[in-house]
């Protein structure tokens, strides 16, 4: 089979699909790989890195989706302004499309898929078991976006994160507080906790308690009974009437909190508004809200994708792509997972797929021109019964 990896062309990012030591991996099993030129310079892998992997260096996009039986990208496609061409128009009948496929926001492109006949496969929809860890590009990517909104904080806080005592006086630690304990909130935690900050956690999930408390964080718990966690281990859309004591909980830190990283989030759905406008409010003139779910809609009532403002002296960044702020080990950790799960989908010496495979069914988007991911059949048979 021969694999082409496309420059990508949305604005802001840096990452690359494949890097050359991945490349010598995907070589051994006798694939064929075509980069286009300039695909790895943002991330700091120049072509003759990829001449050295053994990979084919194409000048021509058009060139390399002609030749390539397999595209392997991180962003979905997108329009090319320099061809003035869509990347889906580009794609032959029958290829392989590997890449993050946020559906949710554009069920159309499933249409597409299927006109093809493309099979394709959603990064984020890779199933979270034990098998798969090695595959999961949401978690690594969480785990680079956890660590770079601490930075931001830092960088943007108009304090210093740690206790210092000195001549001049003491200076107590700020106080973080970070909404969600998932892949981005742990490393979030753990981050801030190396910055010196008195760190504190909250997550309706009675489960993460003992992971926060070993970073050293500060739990703070809410009385619930009810269960906030689905069995693929994502958080679960729950009621107003949760959702306002998950409010009423966070707002009784506000008061004492210099920072706020905002991590929560439902898989397929907006996310939940876990502070409003009026508890914005309650918090000092000068403190600092970093929002890394702002591309779902935000966990904050006033934030806005890619952008900052101030309301009520509080500072509220909007952050999007923060993995493409780190596109080295981004990259490294990207390319990883998609040819880890590459070589898994395609380990048959046919190359046929394995639809009993739990990764490979969960993870499937479209194949022979009919949508196949059971999860989006039952959304999009959803929205239709709804007109």
């Known amino acids: 089979m021969e694999i082409g990896v496309p420059k990508e062309i949305i604005e802001g990012e840096t990452r690359v699909a494949l890097t050359p030591v991945d490349i010598k991996k995907l070589l051994k099993q006798n694939y064929k790989i075509y980069v286009e030129t300039g695909a790895g310079e943002k991330a700091s892998f120049s072509d003759e890195d990829y001449i050295k992997a053994g990979a084919l260096i194409v000048k021509s996009t058009q060139e390399l989706f002609n030749r390539s039986e397999a595209i392997l990208k991180v962003q979905p496609p997108a329009t090319n302004k320099n061809l003035n061409l869509h990347e889906k128009k580009l794609m032959g009948d029958g290829i392989i499309y590997i890449s993050f496929l946020p559906l949710f926001k554009d069920l159309g492109m499933i249409k597409d898929f299927e006109k093809k006949k493309i099979t394709s496969f959603a990064m984020e929809f890779i199933p979270r078991i034990t098998r798969a860890q090695s595959m999961d590009a949401l ?211 046919d190359n046929q797929l394995d639809f009993n495979d739990e990764i490979t069914r969960g993870a499937c988007i479209t194949h022979n021109g009919e949508l196949v991911n059971s999860f989006l059949k039952q959304k999009m048979n959803m929205e239709e019964s709804h007109g």
């Open 139 to 349: 978690s690594s990517m969480a785990t680079i976006a956890g660590y770079k909104a601490v930075l931001m904080a830092a960088d943007r806080l108009p304090k210093i994160f740690p206790l210092l005592m000195t001549a001049a006086g003491t200076i107590p630690p700020a106080v973080v507080l970070v909404l969600g304990a998932g892949v981005a909130g742990l490393q979030a935690i753990a981050t801030a906790k190396r910055l010196g900050a008195k760190v504190e956690a909250f997550d309706p999930r009675p489960v993460v308690k003992e992971q926060v408390m070993s970073l050293g964080a500060q739990f703070v718990e809410m009385e619930t009974t009810q269960d906030a966690e689905t069995e693929g281990g994502y958080a679960k859309m729950q009621s107003e009437e949760f959702l306002r004591l998950e409010q009423e909980t966070i707002a009784s830190r506000l008061p004492k909190t210099d920072v706020i990283i905002t991590t929560a989030q439902i898989f397929g759905k907006p996310a939940p508004i876990l502070i409003t406008e009026e508890m914005v409010k309650k918090m000092n003139p000068g403190s600092l809200i970093i929002d890394i779910t702002a591309e779902q809609g935000g966990n904050c009532e006033l934030t806005a994708a890619g952008k900052t403002i101030e309301k009520h002296g509080v500072t509220i960044v909007g952050a999007v792509n923060l993995p493409a702020a780190l596109p080295v080990h981004a990259s490294m950790m990207y390319s990883k997972n998609i040819s880890n799960l590459f070589l898994h989908l395609f380990q048959a010496e």
